[in-house]
């Protein structure tokens, strides 16, 4: 064991999750990089980062040194999540947290703008993407979360509990991440706790599918126009920015503040249950 490896749990730094070690998928940009930076801020020991995007990791462990480990890699690959797990392992001693979070978007593409096979095509991508990542996570993480009393915690959406956040196939992958959050819950419990936070319009670089030629697209391409569009839309009355949410993969990670919470969403989307019309 190294001597990071010897701090883990320690005390001696301050911060909700002092001494915590967490892995997060998509955490080269947007929500995922938000809640990496948030989480050391707080006192994690080490986050391990994976991503696609190798730029972006460069960035972040060059910003924070020796407190992330960037795994560049597929969400869609079960050895990148075996990777990531045993970096936290061998770096910092153990694991507390996941956070399942690398996603991609349909850019609202609704059923009619489907042929059968660009739809079977496009599901199997955001899909896998989607959903199979982060039950690949889970998979990897299971055993060094248990020995460890650990967490998970998914980024569902808005789109968990409402249309119109995305077209047919996005809206049903992310009621489906409800479904895994509260049957892992289950099967976990009593040793990890699992929760997911649901975001709202977030001005980020989410991308689309490769399959519908999307893979390049990105949501913010056009800031002001996001702003004004989700601003009208939610109570709160303005679009959200990846650290808005952060504070709440904080307090679902934090042993101290959410013991007793597990199979939650907890939404972060500028109240739009609160609107009845
Ligand atoms: P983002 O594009 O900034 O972050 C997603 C990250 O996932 C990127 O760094 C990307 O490189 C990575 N990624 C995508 N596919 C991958 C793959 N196959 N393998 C490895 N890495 C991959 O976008 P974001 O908005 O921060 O998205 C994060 C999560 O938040 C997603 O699950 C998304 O569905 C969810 N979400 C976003 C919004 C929003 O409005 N931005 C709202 C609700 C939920």
């Not at 967490?22 to 809640?35: D, F, K, L, N, Q």
């Not at 955001?126 to 982060?134: S, T």
């Not at 109240?271 to 019309?277: E, F, H, K, Q, Y």
């Amino acid at each position: 064991m190294n001597t990071r490896a010897l701090e883990r749990g320690a005390s001696s730094s301050s911060g909700w999750l002092a001494g915590q070690v967490a892995v997060i998928t998509g955490a080269a940009s947007g929500i995922g990089r938000a809640v990496a930076e948030r989480y050391l801020e707080e006192g994690a020991l080490g986050v391990v980062c994976v991503d696609a995007d190798r730029g972006g990791l460069d960035e972040l462990a060059r910003e924070h040194g020796s407190r992330v480990e960037p795994v560049i890699g597929d969400v869609r690959d079960h050895a990148v999540h075996e990777r990531a797990v045993e970096r936290a392992l061998a770096s910092y001693g153990g694991l507390d947290v996941l956070v399942g979070n690398a996603g991609l978007f349909d850019f609202r593409r609704p059923l009619r703008g489907y042929t059968a096979s660009a739809l079977a095509a496009t599901m199997d991508e955001l899909f896998a993407v989607n959903l199979r990542g982060y039950l690949y996570a889970a998979m990897a993480a299971r055993e060094a979360l248990e020995a460890a009393g650990g967490c998970m915690i998914f980024t569902a959406s808005v789109a968990s509990f409402h249309a119109g956040g995305g077209g047919v196939l996005y809206t049903m992958g992310k009621h489906a991440v409800v479904g895994l959050v509260r049957q892992l819950a289950l099967e976990l419990a009593p040793r990890v706790r699992v929760n997911g936070v649901g975001p709202g319009g977030t001005l980020t670089g989410l991308r689309g599918t490769q399959t519908l030629g999307h893979g390049d697209r990105q949501i913010d391409a056009d800031p002001r126009a996001f702003d004004e569009r989700v601003s009208a839309a939610v109570p709160l009355a303005f679009a959200q920015r990846p650290r808005d949410h952060a504070g709440l993969y904080v307090l679902l990670a934090s042993r101290d503040n959410a013991r007793a919470v597990t199979g939650e969403i907890f939404m972060s989307d500028g109240g739009v249950a609160a609107r009845s019309i």
